[in-house]
């Protein structure tokens, strides 16, 4: 893992979502957990070598975040929105495809049940590890359920998925208008070294590129929205943004299922239908 501050190491170079890990004044604490079993494992026995893991900290509900939960015996914090997107996971589906990642995966996946969150928030919350303050904040935006921590002590804020960075942005259940809010709610943050959901380190001056993609994306679909194009026209023949960005790592290949993704959903966001449908 790279060394980010003198108790912040971070990992933005496997398949899945980033993470880090904190060393306090009493143990260790993660803060989101590999996609790969394989992955985790190593990370165990790099935590091990470390001092005693006291909690894992989740900033979201998509699998790459979480999965590798279950090979560490410490408790998980997050938003309640992520334990109950946890506990409706489909696991035979999500075991079949974490298993196909690699030749080591399927024998460690043997038995897996996950290890959902047991301490949750709504709002905000503040956790206390040794001399270390861990701020847990609310930001949905790339998906309902976001949470961004910042490690206070550190000046250091791990975003999840709400900052893409120099990666291709996955909008594939987002809400665009909480997003730029929650852009918005970063940049009035004190720190200013962003460890993003994917993607190499950054800083706030990041977030006015991650705005502007957003913004196009959503202009993009709407355009063809004003042209009468049906939802099934759009996903079928808007592909023009696939090539913007890079896939981040072990996604090679998946940038045309992630457009098609990414415009179904804005689809329905420019047309209030699906999970946007204003009451």
Known sequence: MKQLTRNVFVETELRGSNHGLVTTSDGIVLIDTPHKPSDAVRLRAEVERRGRLRYILNTEPHGDHWTGNAYFDAPVVAHEGVRTRIL???????????????????????????????????REMKLHVGDHTFRLVHMPGHTAYQAAVIVEEEGVVFTSDNVF???????????PDLWLTALES??????????????????????????????????????????????????????AMTNRYPMDVGQDGMAPMVMKLNVANLYDFVTGAGIHRRN
Not at 93 to 122: C, D, Q, W
Not at 165 to 175: F, S
């Open 88 to 122: 409706a996971t489909d696991l035979p589906a999500h075991v079949a495809r974490v298993a196909s990642f690699g030749p080591e995966e399927p024998k460690l996946l043997e038995g897996y049940k996950p290890n959902a969150p047991v301490i949750t928030f709504e």
């Open 165 to 175: 960075c120099k990666v291709h942005t996955w909008l594939q259940e987002a809400d």
């Open 186 to 239: 970063l940049r009035s943050l004190r720190e200013d070294t962003f460890v993003p959901g994917h993607g190499p380190v950054c800083d706030k001056r990041y977030l006015d590129e991650q705005g502007a993609f957003i913004h196009e994306w959503v202009d993009y679909v709407r355009k063809g929205v004003g042209q009468g194009m049906t939802k099934e026209q759009c996903v079928a023949d808007l592909t």
